[in-house]
């Protein structure tokens, strides 16, 4: 079985510039998150779906960072303008858990993206 | 305010058992524990999952007070390829949803 596929792997951009980041979750996996990832610390959850419905997006900086799911299948993590404290990781998380908002059911995280801001 | 706490680091030796503590004072009731273990460069990967008491599994235990805020991962006869980064993960009571929180994580170092 194919896991959570992201790309890319690695980008460094300037400061004020666009970024953007792709995630396929593992097929027929209701629930999506993104998560941040900064060094030294624990995952934070930027945004979850389910389906293509947002769960939560509290966590997300929405003056900058937007994120949709089209077709409740693959998603597509942006950042504009980029500023250097969102140098970190970008996880891309799936999960079959139809059950809204719980932290109930495995999640598999894709390798993650990692964003250098410079 | 609430938070998820671990201790930040552990060290242990071959062959002996390793249990780390995550501190969740604001877990829903609806909700699990989940753990997660993270080497360099992947994603974090499941290691197993409880709502109360004890939960086995083929690599680890966990262990569930009754009032549920806290938990204790327990890896038995840990080897030097459980050398990683230990995350807790529990959904918070928030407004209609819970908030998912993970832990800072707790990094273990097991030595020959």
């Known amino acids: 079985e194919a896991g959570v596929a992201q790309s890319p792997r690695y980008k460094i951009i300037e400061k004020r510039q666009s970024v953007a980041f792709w995630c396929n979750p593992i097929?027929?996996?209701?629930?999506l998150y993104w998560y941040q990832q900064i060094l030294g610390q624990g995952p934070k959850l930027l945004i979850q779906f389910q389906n293509n419905g947002v769960v939560d997006d509290s966590q997300l900086p929405k003056d900058r960072f937007s994120a949709e799911r089209l077709k409740g299948v693959d998603s597509t993590l942006k950042i504009q303008p980029a500023k250097l404290e969102d140098s970190a990781v970008y996880l891309c998380?799936?999960?079959?858990?139809?059950?809204?908002?719980?932290?109930?059911?495995?999640?598999?995280f894709g390798p993650g993206t990692r964003l250098t801001v410079l | 305010l609430a938070k998820t706490t671990q201790p930040i680091s552990m060290d242990s030796y071959e062959g002996q058992e390793v249990n780390i503590t995550c501190s969740h004072n604001n877990i829903a009731t609806n909700d699990y524990i989940t753990w997660y273990q993270q080497f360099p460069s992947q994603g974090p990967r499941f290691i197993i999952q409880?709502?109360?008491t004890k939960v086995t599994n083929e690599v680890a235990s966990l262990f569930i007070p009754a009032d549920r805020k806290s938990s204790t991962l327990s890896l038995p006869r840990v080897s030097l390829s459980d050398t990683a980064v230990y995350y807790c993960?529990?959904?918070?009571?928030?407004?209609?949803?819970?908030?998912?929180?993970f832990g800072a994580g707790t990094r273990l170092a097991v030595h020959p």
């Open positions: 993960l529990v959904g918070e009571r928030g407004g209609g949803y819970n908030k998912l929180i």
């Open positions: 409880g709502y109360k």
């Open positions: 998380a799936s999960s079959l858990d139809l059950t809204s908002g719980r932290a109930m059911g495995e999640q598999f």
């Open positions: 097929s027929g996996h209701a629930t």
